[in-house]
């Protein structure tokens, strides 16, 4: 269900359906519940899970992070390239 909510939820915001001031309302109300989301998430980790976890997943996980940042980049270059 989350998957086809989201697809009428981009297909609603590229057709412009809603006025500006809506969607930047929107907008705002995304941005504030990823950001809780995301808060919630730091806040029940703990620094011994960490450790416990070990070094070769941290390892995994700063090579993952750098690829979505690197592989984010390159995609909106070429997005931008090939489109204008």
Known sequence: WFALGFLACVAI??????????TATLNT???????????????????S???????RALT?????????IA???GITWAVQRIFG
């Open 71 to 73: 592989g984010g980049l």
């Open 29 to 47: 109300l995304d941005t504030f519940a990823l950001t809780m989301a995301m808060t919630a998430l730091g806040i029940e980790t703990r620094i």
């Open 49 to 55: 899970q960490i450790r416990e976890a070990g070094p």
């Open 13 to 22: 915001n590229s057709l412009h359906m809603l006025p500006h001031a809506a």
């Open 60 to 68: 995994t996980g700063l090579i993952l992070y750098v690829w979505l």
